[in-house]
């Protein structure tokens, strides 16, 4: 596995591996790739040795990672192990509270040679107990030009527009060329898109469906914003008057992000972003 990384985050990503951490949390956007970049990680510290890397993922058919999986691994972990064995969680915002509580307990009681790897979309995903118990990664996204290095065989065009939406997202990026439709934040681009061109009263009709489905409002507002990021630094280079409206749209969704962070009415919210859309 080939990794495009900014050049601080290639220091970062090499002192973890000579000296790993007991528990890493890794912040980064949706798109960024954090799970191949976390998948990566624990096979360098392991030594290449994918045995001794410990995936926890939702159960088939369920959408958390439920205290009984973290339970589980409590028992796992009493055995012994003399090299290093990595306990892998790239989407650790779908613990549960009660999960994210149990496997606090653990992480207060480090065992040898285990290391936890966390990812988030925010620090906020997890209780602040546990943000105080790892060591913090805010991935910072790599440049424009090593991303035109790195995929030296793409047409430039193609390239370019993927970056357009993409910024300096690698795992989202890497999808658009490869025209991934079963990538689930490129789904949520699609929907964006077609939210953006509904009316108000077609946008509010959403709401309710879409108030109870908590990835998928996360993901719809990540699009949403990739969108208007583009659209805006769009008309600015070509100096146009739709500047002011994708600028306040953006602010609209960002704000709304910040709002569903800090637990407000999912609904609410929504409902306040869709009629100033």
Known sequence: ??????????????????????????VAPAGSGKKYLLA??????????????????????KKTIS????????????NKYNE???????????LGIEAQNTILKILEEPRPSTIFLLGVTNKLDV???????????????PTEQQIYEFYTNTPRVDLSKAI??????????????????????????EDAK????????????????????TIETSLLLE?????????????????????TSWYKRLNYVMEAKMLLSQNVNSKLVLTQLFIKL
């Open 1 to 26: 596995m080939k990794l495009l990384l900014h050049p601080k985050a290639k220091a970062r990503y090499d002192q973890i591996i000579s000296d790993p951490p007991h528990a890493l949390l890794l």
């Open 40 to 61: 990566k990680l624990a096979l360098d510290i392991t030594n290449g040795v994918a045995d001794r890397i410990i995936t926890i993922t939702p159960e088939e058919k």
């Open 67 to 78: 205290v009984e999986q973290i339970r589980e691994l409590k028992v796992k972990l009493k």
């Open 84 to 94: 290093n064995r990595v306990i892998l969680i790239p989407n650790a915002q779908l």
């Open 127 to 141: 209780i602040e107990t546990i943000q105080s118990r790892t060591q913090l990664w805010l991935l910072p996204e």
């Open 164 to 189: 357009a939406i993409a910024g300096g997202r690698i795992g989202l990026l890497s999808a658009m060329l490869a025209e991934d439709s079963d990538n689930s934040l490129i789904g949520a681009i």
């Open 194 to 213: 077609l939210v953006l061109r509904e009316t108000t009263f077609d946008r509010l009709t959403r709401i309710d469906i879409l108030s109870k489905k």
């Open 223 to 243: 699009a949403l914003l990739l969108i208007s990021k583009a659209a805006m630094e769009g008309a600015a280079k070509a100096n146009t008057r739709t500047l």
